[in-house]
């Protein structure tokens, strides 16, 4: 035997069983099931540890993340970029505390976390302040650390109304082809770090459009949707919305799109499929 090489000896029960296999011959339908289920749990290891340390995805449920996220994309989302914690597995078992390999997100990243009032929810949203910053909002205007954020008036946002794409009057219009549109107002917003964005503005005196100081505790981040006037996020408290995010209830940053549908097309429906399909933001980088 050559140096290095190595040999496996097969006797007994996997001697008879690879015979079996090389000839041809029938294998016995208790080994069948034992092999079968041998590689079930080889590849939910695999994905399991792809989700947990890798890529995990996601889909969009709502418009809060309008225009950068619509109903209907599916991301895929990186495990990695902030460390590890229990929310990195799947179900978030209580097995540790605090963050493995913890690094801090960048502001501006679309980032999954944990809804902090019962640590299961799944919530994306963009990272608007980071610990010890001063965020308010004045008119619809974001102000960190008492700097205006700069906010430039851009072309709309136009969409097509869809069963993922719902919309009411003012913003509802009917083009000359007779389709049905929805028309938003939009902004372009670049953070301090140089980040830039789009944002909508539904209702320019919306409750959310003027809030009181917030000073983000160590530890935790603040959250926003860029539909400003319709997201949940870290303007509202914890009791109703979401509040400060914990480090801890970070999941990962999302990525890029890889699939996205208007929701046409029912899975019982194959022909309708790919009429459905929003091809242009396959494979979207965020």
């Known amino acids: 035997m050559n140096d290095g090489e190595i040999r496996t000896k097969v006797t007994g029960s996997d001697a008879s069983y690879a015979a079996k296999k090389e000839a041809g011959e029938p294998v016995g339908l208790g080994r069948q099931i034992k092999e079968l289920v041998r590689f079930v749990l080889s590849v939910a290891v ?6 947990t340390f890798l890529f995990e995805p996601f889909n969009i449920p709502s418009e809060s993340m ?3 996220l619509m109903v209907g994309d599916y991301l895929f989302v990186s495990k990695y970029p902030y460390g590890y914690s229990h929310h990195s597995i799947i ?5 540790f505390s605090g963050r493995i390999l913890d690094r801090a997100p960048k502001r501006g990243d679309v980032a999954v976390f944990k809804l902090p009032r019962d640590n299961k929810t799944d919530y994306i949203k963009r990272v608007i302040g980071l610990p010890g910053d001063h965020i308010q909002m004045r008119d619809g205007h ?11 008036r851009i072309e709309d946002f136009v969409v097509e109304v869809s069963e993922n794409t719902i919309c009411s009057a003012p913003f509802l219009e009917t083009a000359e082809d007779g389709k049905d549109y929805c028309r938003y107002p939009q902004y372009r917003e670049t953070l301090p770090n140089a980040v830039s964005y789009n944002t909508l503005d539904l209702n320019p005196a919306g409750p959310s459009d003027n809030t009181r100081m917030f000073v983000v505790p160590a530890g935790h981040y603040f959250m926003m949707g ?3 006037d319709n997201s949940l996020d870290s303007r509202r408290p914890q009791s109703t919305g979401v509040g400060y995010v914990p480090a801890e209830n970070l999941v990962g940053r999302a990525e ?3 699939f996205a549908t208007d929701g046409g097309a029912h899975i019982w429906e194959p022909w309708f499929w790919f009429q459905s399909m929003r091809y242009k933001r396959f494979f979207s980088f965020l």
């Open 226 to 228: 860029d539909n400003r």
């Open 142 to 152: 974001l102000f960190i650390n008492d700097q205006a954020v700069e906010r430039q």
């Open 91 to 95: 179900t978030s078992p209580d097995l």
């Open 66 to 68: 309008l225009p950068t």
């Open 256 to 258: 890029m799109i890889f």
């Open 46 to 51: 695999i994905v399991l540890g792809v989700r």
